[in-house]
């Protein structure tokens, strides 16, 4: 259900501020993607770094590695809106449906009365 | 929260073999994965993995990023109350590597290979098959019961019924033989 979509959201997440892997997955956790596996941040947010979509910095650790903090770099952010038009353009057509599907219903209720 | 030498040594031995398959994921694109599992320049794309797990600096980063990630995860379960070996296990089982690829290549691949054998001619003489036998079974069933029957004098007071069981029966042995003629079509093709 989440495919296509988690990657956008987990952009949005890193848009509104510097943030660190485990602190993305309980922001989702919170946000209600309550069935996301815990691996797929961390598979996520490699495919991220891999696309080049965001800016790394590391910070230390007390575990001993540092740690990686995200942000957006300019083509994340491209990307991010790419996601949000793509998003507009699907749920518009899905509420379009939803209405259609409605109209269509109070007209053959319409008809029988 | 600190954890004990030992429970650190499993999760670096852990992250350091997961990383690993992780890293092989995020660094194949899609038609990559697509050709290592049918084999396709396998030798091609695994030298290319080597030299990208061979830069040491890509490989333990990824590790560390798994390892700070594990530990992150095992704090929140030990505040939840478990201790620390079972947060170790619930992590180890909640982060080792499944791939989503491989089950969707898999997939893709069958569709690939059931559209690359689809051959609409051969749909097109299956179904000319069960409409020639159904034609063939209705005319001969139908035939043998109005003569059976006792022809026309006869068909004209009871004996319709003799044309019409002539006719039911020849169109089940008219479908039965459509049904062998498409088996046979689908075994010539394997």
Redesign the interface.
Known sequence: MYKGVLEGVVLEIISRGET????I??KLHQMGFEGL???T???L???L??NRLVHITKKP???G????FYRLNERGVEELAAFWARWDYLSGCIQNLRNSGRDDGDLQSGNQG | M?FSQEIKDKMVQFAKEQSQY??D???MTYLEKLRWKTGQTRSKIAAKLEKFKGRSETAL??Q??????M???MK?LMEKGLSEEEAFER?KE?????SESERSADLHERFARYYEMRDPAEYEAIGLFYAGFLFFGVSIGALIGYLGGGGREMFLTDGWIDTAIGAAVGAVIGLGAGLISNAVIVLKKK
């Open positions: 660190y892997g485990y602190e997955a309980k596996a815990e691996q941040v961390y598979a947010l490699l495919r770094e891999k650790s007390e575990m590695p540092p740690r990686k | 600190t992780y890293l994921e995020a660094e980063e990824a560390n990023d798994l390892l700070l990630y530990s992150d995860y929140d992590a909640e982060l080792e590597y499944r």
